[in-house]
């Protein structure tokens, strides 16, 4: 049953073949097989899911409005609030922190009927792209374990790709759920900015954050998207627009469309084996009827440096609220307030959340704002500019997802700026607040390649067809980890 997509599940469900309870304890038995090996979750909630499993037996016996991820278990980030259980963050600042409430994407799955199965790792507070930033362990590839699983949503890739999960939940800031989808060969969804409600979502940088689906096809992606896309009174950024039915827009059919392939992520820096996966994944939606176009958008050259003024800006905004007084750790050794703060911070963040707090602060110091701060913000402005010239000759854009396979576990940590560029493909979109999507489109060593799709403005649908008809015409998401 682990093996099977939740829209297959989903029919056997309902025509009485398995039950929930039935499904639940499988993956907990794949869980227990696997999970040693490539250490996806932080935190089990077994008791809990069978409980779910349960009603949702009975939601689908008395036919009360079962939806297609009634009974469905899946695995929540550990930066979604979960109340009653454990929400780490993967930090050592939140290591025994227990929510009062639920996020509101928590919130839409339970009522949906899915069963949560626990919380999976990643870097902490999402800032990574290995999941090696982690305070407890690293998650592994299941393709290598070896190699990284990305991230820093790599928990929720790693466990949808070992098939100890039938779906995930991801958080994107600059390429978070899309980077380590390609690493694991699972689709991964970054939806338009405001799309989907971050309320209960733990902050990192608040104008790039955006939550999405990890799944092991195009279908269970649009399933997930429906039940979480809509607006949120409680999320400010949330958007009031009409939320479609996502599934209805999986038709087998891209002729007309025109995709524009970017020149800039397909030059120097690419793996030659990505660049080739990509360009034949141009070429099969060519022969279903796309019309493929090279476009230029030559800003993305400083879509990293900016990102990497941003977002440690924002962060570093945000993480001041763990300062030991009000929730989370609190340093036992301290003589007044003020070494308290300092012996907080110092003993429950980690390196690299150590290395963005204080490249934001300096970059919103006294002084160097205009220079640093402001200038990025302008430079955000024309990376937006370079994608609505892009789409107004193609109605969306191709890339690699990443320039590489996954690469081995501490091949970067030692070189901060060698990992940024992991995201060279991913951040331009966050800063333009797109939507886009990650599917597999090759192999390399063993290794899986993704292909990103991007859209204007909530063009999931749009998206969702082009990478749906994709998938059906080929067979790389029928391949899977042996693990």
């Known amino acids: 049953m682990h093996t099977k997509t939740a829209h297959e599940l989903h029919e056997l469900l309902v025509n009485k073949k398995i039950s929930s309870v039935e499904l639940t304890t499988a993956l907990y038995d794949r869980i227990a097989g696997t999970d040693d090996k490539i250490k996806g979750y932080v935190t089990l909630t077994r008791d809990e899911a069978l409980k779910q499993a349960q009603a949702a037996d009975e939601r689908l016996t008395t036919g009360a409005n079962p939806t297609p991820l009634?009974?469905?278990?899946?695995?929540?980030?550990?930066?979604?609030?979960?109340?009653?259980?454990?929400?780490?963050?993967s930090s050592k600042m939140l290591e025994n922190y227990l929510p009062p409430y639920d996020a509101t994407v928590v919130t839409k799955l339970k009522e949906a009927g899915a069963v949560i199965l626990g919380k999976t790792?990643?870097?902490?507070?999402?800032?990574?792209?290995?999941?090696?930033?982690?305070?407890?362990?690293?998650?592994?590839?299941?393709?290598?374990?070896?190699?990284?699983?990305?991230?820093?949503?790599?928990?929720?890739?790693?466990?949808?790709?070992?098939?100890?999960?039938?779906?995930?939940?991801?958080?994107?800031?600059?390429?978070?759920?899309?980077?380590?989808?390609?690493?694991?060969?699972?689709?991964?969804?970054?939806?338009?900015?405001?799309?989907?409600?971050?309320?209960?979502l733990v902050a990192f940088a608040s104008s790039l954050d955006q939550i999405?689906?990890?799944?092991?096809?195009?279908?269970?992606?649009?399933?997930?998207?429906?039940?979480?896309?809509?607006?949120?009174?409680?999320?400010?950024?949330?958007?009031?627009?009409?939320?479609?039915?996502?599934?209805?827009?999986?038709?087998?059919?891209?002729?007309?469309?025109?995709?524009?392939?970017?020149?800039?992520?397909?030059?120097?820096?690419?793996?030659?084996?990505?660049?080739?996966?990509?360009?034949?994944?141009?070429?099969?939606?060519?022969?279903?009827?796309?019309?493929?176009?090279?476009?230029?958008?030559?800003?993305?050259?400083?879509?990293?440096a900016t990102y990497y003024l941003i977002a440690p800006a924002e962060a570093s905004s945000n993480l001041a609220r763990y300062d030991g007084v009000k929730f989370g750790h609190r340093s036992q050794e301290h003589r007044d307030l003020i070494s308290m703060y300092y012996n907080t911070r110092r003993e429950g963040f980690g390196a690299e959340v150590k290395r963005r707090i204080m490249l934001g602060t300096y970059a919103l110091s006294a002084g160097y704002y205009d220079a640093f701060y402001l200038k990025a913000l302008k430079v955000r402005t024309l990376i937006k500019r370079d994608f609505d010239q892009a789409f107004e000759r193609c109605d969306l854009l191709a890339s690699p997802t990443t320039p590489t396979v996954a690469f081995k576990l501490g091949a970067k940590s030692a070189d901060p700026v060698a990992m940024y560029l992991s995201d060279i493909a991913t951040i331009p979109v966050n800063l333009a607040g797109l939507p886009a999507l990650s599917l597999p489109c090759g192999n390399s060593s063993g290794l899986p390649i993704g292909l990103q799709l991007i859209g204007p403005a909530f063009a999931e649908e749009l998206i969702l067809r082009v990478a749906y008809t994709y998938e059906q015409n080929t067979a790389w998401h029928q391949t899977s980890a042996v693990i």
């Open 212 to 304: 999405g689906p990890l799944t092991k096809d195009v279908t269970d992606t649009a399933l997930m998207l429906n039940v979480i896309a809509g607006h949120d009174d409680r999320d400010a950024t949330s958007i009031e627009h009409p939320v479609p039915d996502y599934r209805s827009a999986l038709k087998n059919d891209v002729k007309k469309v025109r995709v524009g392939l970017i020149r800039e992520l397909l030059g120097s820096g690419i793996e030659p084996t990505v660049k080739a996966a990509v360009k034949g994944a141009a070429d099969q939606l060519a022969a279903l009827g796309a019309e493929i176009v090279e476009v230029s958008l030559p800003s993305f050259e400083h879509a990293i």
């Open 121 to 200: 790792n990643m870097d902490e507070f999402a800032m990574g792209s290995s999941c090696e930033n982690s305070a407890f362990f690293p998650t592994r590839n299941p393709w290598n374990r070896e190699c990284v699983p990305g991230g820093s949503s790599g928990g929720s890739a790693a466990v949808v790709a070992a098939r100890s999960a039938v779906m995930a939940t991801g958080s994107d800031t600059g390429g978070s759920i899309r980077q380590p989808a390609a690493f694991c060969g699972v689709v991964g969804l970054k939806p338009t900015y405001g799309r989907v409600s971050r309320y209960g």
């Open 70 to 89: 009634t009974g469905i278990p899946i695995a929540i980030k550990d930066n979604f609030c979960t109340r009653g259980i454990k929400t780490t963050c």
